[in-house]
């Protein structure tokens, strides 16, 4: 028996290896160190320690109010979490046969189904990883189908409200961005459109209701214009959460979509991911799809690769299956209800856009649905700007809004309180804002030294940007 790997050190030993049972020890004595590795010792409750104080450091949804726009930070359900970590799906290996696999087909296949459902779409692929991912599939299931119309079509039609992965998905696509302006009331522009629309565009990108969180009145109409132009409509799904039951891109006049499946149907994604994209189409575009999709002949489901037009692959195997698992759990919960999840969500924001117009600009008053938009212009006069607001926030326990986006928004705070939230919970987020608009009022200081509760304190942004220091330790400058 060999010893003598590690030294006792205190009491604070980790493991000790040094004292294998008899019989484990399979290398030869001779090429054994014979003195200490002197490597760093922290017990198990040191190291557990540790951990636990890094995780309290995070915020999440789990800690306090979340209103960033756009991202919908709903709660994430537990039972999601016990569902997605099931053994017989986390130790399912992808490359097993069809039939080996039929309980994970079957619930890959129940998801495109009530997908289609939710979205009015006649074909659904789950494999893009996130919502911009989608878009690229969508974009080029667009390319593909102009291109064996033998149609050159080269542009692409985005409004300025437009989220920033639009141009960036349209663009790597290949095709031309042609930004068109938004109205006084935030909505698409019609003359606008018609101003630039020929022969050569393919399609437009829009969200509805938009990142204003007003819903595009004249989609009907402007459905009815790129169709006849011969053009598409592609639909960014990152708004669903406001729409559920009510309506559906297929009423819409939208051919291809995306949902961000992690944002509408939870899952965990502060942390930037991993998340799903999920793209659905109407019936001529169905055999471009990228492959797999999942089907049934009656008796088995199967893995279809047989799709005549199909883009490829655009992503290992069948996308994050267990995002698809939480979604789909969270669906099935849900039911019907998810109709009332939108209404309370588009309740929840008209309450706070209410509570909060008078203290902050509120450039675009109308009713808004799941999320609206405020501006810092008159706390920037006073002295603090919205990055001062947000910062300002975080000191009070919540997580800052969406800021200086949409990009038409001077000095923008995109709220989104989702469904989640109790009107309690709203009532305090309130209370918070307008204490800070009369702080501002009265002494801006104050914010520009927030914040002060948060592990990393004031950042200079532009020395951070200019000499980044990547090895931070406790006596770094920021
Ligand atoms: C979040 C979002 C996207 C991008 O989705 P990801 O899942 O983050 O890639 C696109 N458009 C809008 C309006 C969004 O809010």
Not at 167 to 183: N, T
Request: charged content about 25%.
């Amino acid at each position: 028996m060999t010893k003598v790997i590690f030294e006792k050190n205190n009491g604070i030993d980790g493991i000790n290896i040094a004292d294998c049972p008899e019989g484990t020890n399979f290398i030869d004595e001779k090429f054994l160190r014979k003195t200490s590795l002197n490597l760093p010792q922290l017990s198990e409750l040191e190291v557990m320690r540790h951990y636990k104080e890094l995780s309290d450091k995070n915020f999440c949804i789990e800690k306090g109010f979340y209103p960033l726009g756009s991202c919908t930070m709903k709660y994430n359900p537990k039972v999601n979490e016990m569902l997605a970590n099931l053994e017989g799906f986390t130790n399912l290996h992808p490359l097993r046969d069809d039939e080996d696999s039929q309980g994970a087909l079957e619930l890959l296949y129940n998801l495109q189904d009530v997908l289609k459902e939710i979205t009015g779409m006649d074909a659904i692929s789950l494999q893009p990883a996130a919502g911009a991912h989608g878009e690229l599939a969508g974009m080029m299931i667009i390319k593909k189908y102009f291109e064996t119309k033998c149609e050159k079509r080269t542009k692409v039609i985005i409004p300025d409200s437009a989220h920033g992965t639009n141009p960036s998905s349209a663009y790597m696509c290949g095709f031309e961005c042609v930004e068109i302006k938004s109205d006084e009331k935030g909505q698409v522009d019609i003359d606008a459109l018609k101003a630039v629309l020929d022969k050569d565009v393919a399609a437009i990108m829009m969200t509805n209701p938009n990142t204003l969180g007003l819903f595009e009145e004249n989609i009907l109409e402007i459905s009815k214009i790129m169709h006849e132009n011969g053009s598409l409509l592609y639909y960014d799904g990152a708004n669903f959460n406001a729409i559920m039951g009510y309506t559906n891109p297929k009423l819409m006049g939208f051919d291809v979509v995306h949902i961000n499946l992690h944002k509408t149907f939870s899952t965990p994604h502060g942390g930037g991911g991993p998340g799903a994209g999920p793209i659905g189409v109407v019936e001529k575009l169905k055999d471009f799809l990228p492959v797999p999709i999942i089907d049934y002949d009656g008796e088995k489901y199967y893995r279809n690769y047989d799709l005549k037009n199909s883009i490829g692959k655009v992503k290992s195997f069948y996308g994050n299956f267990g995002v698809l698992v939480r979604a789909y759990a969270y669906i099935l919960m849900t039911g019907k209800n998810l109709k009332t999840v939108s209404e309370d969500a588009v309740l929840n924001a008209n309450y706070l856009k209410e509570k909060l117009k008078g203290a902050y600009d509120l450039p675009y008053d109308y009713s808004c649905m799941h999320e609206f938009v405020l501006s810092g212009d008159r706390q920037k006069e006073q002295g603090a700007s919205t990055l001062w607001i947000a910062k300002r926030l975080m000191d009070e326990n919540t997580h800052p809004p969406t800021v200086y986006f949409p990009l038409i928004v001077h000095e923008a705070l995109m709220i989104e309180p989702t469904e989640t939230e109790n009107k309690q919970r709203l009532d305090e987020f309130v209370e918070v804002m307008l204490k800070i608009a009369k702080e501002i009022e009265q002494n801006p200081e104050k914010a520009l030294n927030s914040p002060k509760t948060t592990p990393v304190k004031k950042i200079d942004e532009t020395l951070a940007a200019r000499q980044p220091d990547l090895k931070w330790t406790k006596n770094s400058k920021q």
